[in-house]
């Protein structure tokens, strides 16, 4: 008897509250920065105002201060924003649990790139999100991080953990585990090093001491590393959906590029300067041409004709055990994305994403579990560019 199986309902509603959690932390912390950027002296000048802004909102208007309180001055009533941070972790811990380490390592390994167990690969995923928390901390600890040799040790680290986890995972894999490790990194900053310094100024000024606002730099610091991190985290959140990327021959280089365009163009939206935009979009061109590349398999559609059963045959046998109503595969119960070839009109419409994805791209079968050879491309590539006849 087959037992139910409810992990899908798990991953919707996981997905869903980690998709609107996020949402919240990311705006927060785009909003913060933001201010940040558009504070000016007040007109009026007031003890302990560094800066002021007015906004409009709903009809109505807001005027926000920047300001630092002294001895005994703490307001009662102070909002945190922590919450978002954590419940974005948790959901997004939950989900990488779900998805990649109770499936048998089938989105998380890759034969072909290294032979693990998913036992083995669950424990080398955890140990590279926690243990990438520690070197960063214990890098950004030291007086060296203060200076440019730090940031250049770093990016150096990186890129070697880059190169170790594109050929240790699979290509999807290895950008989620990097994106988890990132997300870890900034959901511990928040918790070991901003809200431990904006409580110890609280305490101090509720004590009647002056607060110490070299602690709110430090967490400021801290901060700003997690807002660079914030569009190549967004990026591999969705990166599943990118075959192109993530399986491509080249993908630690895609993954480098992805991570540099979203940190520059993060300063441009920090720092108001325009001149990080010219690599950015260097890095940005660099992957579109990468990604545009001929495929491996030459097609010739001039060759001998392909009959609809030759197609039919191949797709059959390589394709249906995932693409059909009643699907054969142990891992997807049902067709992914609701593609399912067992009418011959839906695989004529669907002939262009067959073309990209299994002749070009080469990414389905998912993994090639069904050893789809790359005869059989090449004559699937020819029967859609001859016209993709079903009769």
Not at 80 to 102: C, Q
Not at 126 to 136: D, E, K, Q, R, S
Not at 168 to 190: H, P, Y
């Amino acid at each position: 008897m087959i037992q139910p199986d409810y992990r899908e309902w798990l991953n919707i509603l996981v997905r869903i509250a980690h998709f609107v959690a996020g949402i919240m932390w990311v705006g927060t912390s785009f909003y913060f920065v933001w201010l940040d950027s558009v504070f000016t002296p007040p007109r009026v000048a007031q003890e302990g105002v560094e800066g002021e802004t007015y906004l409009v909102h709903g009809g109505f208007f807001y005027r926000v201060e920047k300001r630092r309180f002294g001895a005994g001055a703490m307001p009662l009533n102070l909002h945190w924003f922590k919450w978002e941070a954590t419940l974005t972790w948790i959901t997004g811990f939950i989900m990488l649990w779900v998805v990649y380490y109770t499936t048998d390592g089938a989105f998380l390994t890759d034969p072909s790139i290294r032979l693990l167990t998913p036992a083995q690969a669950t424990a080398i995923g955890l140990a590279v999100i926690f243990g990438g928390w520690l070197v960063y901390d214990g890098l950004f600890r030291l007086p060296l991080s203060r200076s440019g040799w730090g940031t250049g040790v770093a990016i150096t680290l990186l890129a070697v953990l880059v190169h170790f986890l594109t050929h240790t995972f699979s290509g999807r894999g290895a950008f989620i585990e990097l994106g988890a490790m990132f997300g870890t990194i900034m959901v511990l900053n928040v918790w070991v090093h901003i809200l431990p310094n904006q409580r110890a100024i609280i305490k101090a000024a509720n004590g009647g001491r002056d607060p110490d606002y070299a602690l709110g730099l430090k967490a400021k610091r801290r901060s700003m590393h997690n807002s660079y991190l914030t569009i190549p985290v967004l990026f591999m959140m969705i990166s599943n959906h990118f075959s192109s990327l993530y399986d491509h021959k080249y993908s630690e280089v895609l993954l480098v590029l992805i991570i540099l365009a979203g940190a520059l163009a993060r300063h441009v939206m920090i720092s108001a300067r325009l001149w990080p935009l010219i690599p950015a979009t260097a890095a940005v061109g660099a992957m579109v041409y990468m990604t545009g590349l001929p495929p491996a398999i030459r097609i010739d559609a001039g060759g001998p004709r392909v009959a609809w059963a030759q197609a039919n045959e191949i797709i059959h046998a390589r394709c249906m055990m995932c693409h059909a109503s009643r699907t054969s595969d142990d891992v997807f119960r049902s067709p992914p994305s609701g593609i399912a070839f067992d009418n011959p009109e839906i695989v004529k419409a669907m002939a262009p994403l067959i073309l990209q994805r299994a002749v070009v791209q080469r990414t389905m079968p998912f993994g090639n579990k069904s050893g789809m050879t790359d005869g059989e491309r090449e004559i699937l590539g020819r029967w859609i560019l001859q016209g993709a006849e079903i009769h």
